[in-house]
């Protein structure tokens, strides 16, 4: 038997928190640079441009590569001669991301409780911890970091055991595509199939840990990427998907149970290993390149020229000067409450701008943490009533319903996207921020910025 301390593990955890939030590995690196290369698209250059130097901003400042440092899952093999002493180990999984989050000033996403107490638990934690009990003396530990927007957009899926490979190509290459652009594009995608439905939901996931495959897991997941690139938005130039991980495993004889695991662009994974009471990481850190970025031609306005921002057709890129307010869910079922109530909002939102976002915190010294937009779908049931009350502008990724729409372009406003997932570079555009509202929100309290050409484009208007 070999005796290790859990404080090892406490310590790899952390370890791998801050690897997996702040670079991105050598493989990932490597596959998003090949398609900014092979890009001939100036816009679509321009989105894996940002991306590349996001990562390279994000490493040398050490801070997150975006702003939604997610939820953390850990899935642990444990050899069976290892005997563990310490504390508990969950506790010390748990103590690893705690301490991660708190050191590497990482945003905090996790609440108590899904439907009966959404507080914030201020710690990120509890993890999802999965372990499992190998051969051998040997401790191996991968970390997943999930962001909402990707982790939304995953699926389960029950096909009919009797289908063909071509059919189950188009039904999983169908689940792939209906997450949009809502999972920051271009993406990875992890798919489990067989057992029961949420052992192929637990092995979509694990499967972005691994390397080895059958030659038929391999053929499938290219035929998925193919059909899938082939079919993508067209601003994605057959990147829409950069790399698919597929394991197929033992199921019942009437069952083909299938999970698909979005995770975005920057794949925010990291493993190591413990042997002979050391730990090993595996991260390889790239050398990152001088990206050149906003190859879109852009003007620059100022958020207070009204007329000007009012007057902007779809599909135009600028760069936006001025003053505009961070509001995601929680304010904006705040501001429904104050209306209904018939009192006034904490800001007067006639011809200004919010943007739908949740900051990292900042380090001492830093005006904000790491800052990129969220996704604009889940503020359309309060958007209606904002834009009506003279709302000028809202900024985030994704699409908009066709209410929400119709009020925009009715009331000659706007709403802009940005890029998703390169928090770092967007963090260097704020030159001021404060606080001005439900400072108990913490990450999702009201924000008034003062930003200086800040890249979007107007998707609606």
């Not at 962001?147 to 699926?155: A, Y």
């Not at 390397?211 to 993508?232: C, G, H, R, T």
Request: glycine share 8%; hydrophobic share 40%.
């Amino acid at each position: 038997m070999v005796e290790v301390s859990t404080a090892l593990i406490k310590d790899a955890v952390f370890n791998l928190c801050i690897n997996a939030n702040t670079s991105l590995d050598l493989n990932v690196y490597e596959k998003i640079y090949n398609a900014y290369q092979m890009a001939d698209n100036i816009e679509t250059k321009n989105i894996l441009g940002s991306v590349l130097q996001n990562a390279k901003t994000a490493s040398e400042k050490q801070c997150p590569l975006c702003q939604d440092t997610g939820q953390v899952i850990v899935f642990i093999n444990i050899g069976q001669d290892v005997n563990l002493t310490g504390d508990f180990i969950e506790k010390a999984v748990n103590d690893g991301v705690e301490q991660a989050y708190k050191q590497g000033y990482f945003r905090k996403s996790v609440v108590k409780d899904a439907l009966f107490d959404r507080k914030n638990t201020s710690t990120n934690t509890p993890a999802i911890i999965y372990t499992k009990y190998n051969e051998g003396s040997d401790i191996e530990i991968g970390v997943i970091i999930k962001g909402g927007g990707s982790e939304n957009k995953s699926l389960t899926k029950m096909l009919m055991p009797t289908l063909n490979i071509d059919e189950i190509t188009e039904a999983i290459g169908e689940m792939i595509l209906s997450a949009g652009v809502n999972a920051c594009p271009p993406m990875f995608v992890g798919v489990g199939i067989g057992g029961t439905i949420d052992k192929a939901a637990i092995e979509s996931k694990k499967v972005f840990l691994e390397n080895d495959f059958l030659a038929q897991e391999k053929e499938l997941a290219i035929n998925i990427k193919e059909y899938v690139n082939a079919k993508a938005p067209k601003l994605y130039n057959n990147f829409y998907v950069l790399d698919i991980k597929i394991h197929s495993f033992a199921t019942h004889i009437a069952s083909m149970p299938v999970a698909i695991s979005i995770n975005c662009h920057s794949d925010r994974l990291s493993k190591c290993i413990i042997k002979d009471n050391k730990i090993v990481f595996f991260h390889k850190i790239p050398e990152y390149k001088n990206i050149e970025t906003n190859t879109v031609i852009s003007k620059e306005i100022k958020t207070e020229d009204v007329s000007s921002i009012r007057g902007l057709k779809e599909g135009e890129n600028i760069l936006l000067t001025g003053e505009i307010y961070v509001a995601r869910d929680m304010v904006h079922k705040k501001f429904e409450e104050i209306i209904n109530s018939g009192q006034e909002l904490p800001i007067d939102i006639k011809d200004r701008i919010i943007f739908y976002a949740g900051p990292c915190p900042s380090k001492p010294g830093e005006i904000i943490g790491s800052i990129g937009p969220t996704t604009a779908s889940r503020m359309d049931k309060y958007a209606v009533k904002l834009y009506e009350m003279g709302l000028m502008g809202t900024i985030g990724k994704g699409d908009r319903n066709s209410k929400v729409a119709e009020t925009i372009k009715k009331n000659n406003a706007k709403y802009f996207t940005v890029t998703g997932g390169i928090a770092a570079l967007l963090a260097e555009k704020v030159k001021k921020s404060e606080v001005i509202a439900f400072e108990d929100l913490g990450a999702e309290a009201l924000y008034k910025l003062y930003v200086e050409k800040f890249p979007v484009r107007v998707e609606i208007g």
